[in-house]
T-cell receptor
Framework: AQRVTQPEKLLSVFKGAPVELKCNYSYSGSPELFWYVQYSRQRLQLLLRHISRESIKGFTADLNKGETSFHLKKPFAQEEDSAMYYCALSFLTQGGSEKLVFGKGTKLTVNP | DSGVTQTPKHLITATGQRVTLRCSPRSGDLSVYWYQQSLDQGLQFLIQYYNGEERAKGNILERFSAQQFPDLHSELNLSSLELGDSALYFC??????????FGPGTRLTVT
């Protein structure tokens, strides 16, 4: 079954330290992976998609098919990065509809 | 601003009641998704509509139902409300796979 696992419920780092939010997925096909961010119970916002290989707000994420991982990284964390981060896997069901499966999220706190 | 709007912002109601949450997707997006977010369950997918038709169902209770209208706005109906239904309800719309734009959410409190 398709599944997204974010092993850390909470992650706390100091400002300026590197941060890595882990995401592992389970999917037999070719995955489409995304990171979404939610600041203080606001709406979720798309942060990154693996297809575009972009860097947003200093964050990058690399798809590692061998390890079935899509970890989110930032070399120097900022206080404004404190938020809830969700990893998500998009795939087509057998019925042809698109489904987006979210991990349970990691709450990142960046301390001053 | 994602372009997705939801009303109302907050809703307080009593157990056993019925409420309707409304969502207007971004202009041009045909897909609408509904999610429930609670502290203990995290983000749970409820249901998806595409151009007026139900496309996928997630962890949606039988007491809940949804529809998408010809103008593409969607409504989520929650009935026989229980205390445990208190949560943030988000809708999202999507232009294509995986890229979902979320609304600000409706915070439902059942007392």
């Amino acid at each position: 079954a398709q599944r997204v696992t974010q092993p850390e419920k909470l992650l706390s780092v100091f400002k300026g330290a590197p941060v890595e939010l882990k995401c592992n997925y389970s999917y037999s096909g070719s995955p489409e992976l995304f990171w979404y961010v939610q600041y203080s119970r606001q709406r979720l916002q798309l942060l990154l998609r693996h297809i575009s290989r972009e860097s947003i707000k200093g964050f990058t994420a690399d798809l590692n098919k061998g390890e079935t991982s899509f970890h989110l990284k930032k070399p120097f964390a900022q206080e404004e990065d404190s938020a809830m981060y969700y990893c998500a896997l998009s795939f087509l069901t057998q019925g042809g509809s698109e489904k987006l499966v979210f991990g349970k999220g990691t709450k990142l706190t960046v301390n001053p | 601003d994602s372009g997705v709007t939801q009303t109302p912002k907050h809703l307080i109601t009593a157990t056993g009641q019925r409420v309707t949450l409304r969502c207007s997707p971004r202009s041009g997006d045909l897909s609408v998704y509904w999610y429930q977010q609670s502290l203990d369950q995290g983000l749970q997918f409820l249901i998806q509509y595409y151009n007026g038709e139900e496309r996928a169902k997630g962890n949606i209770l039988e007491r809940f139902s949804a529809q998408q209208f010809p103008d593409l706005h969607s409504e989520l109906n929650l009935s026989s409300l229980e205390l445990g239904d208190s949560a943030l309800y988000f809708c999202a719309s999507s232009p294509f796979m995986g890229e979902q734009y979320f609304g600000p959410g409706t915070r439902l409190t059942v007392t």
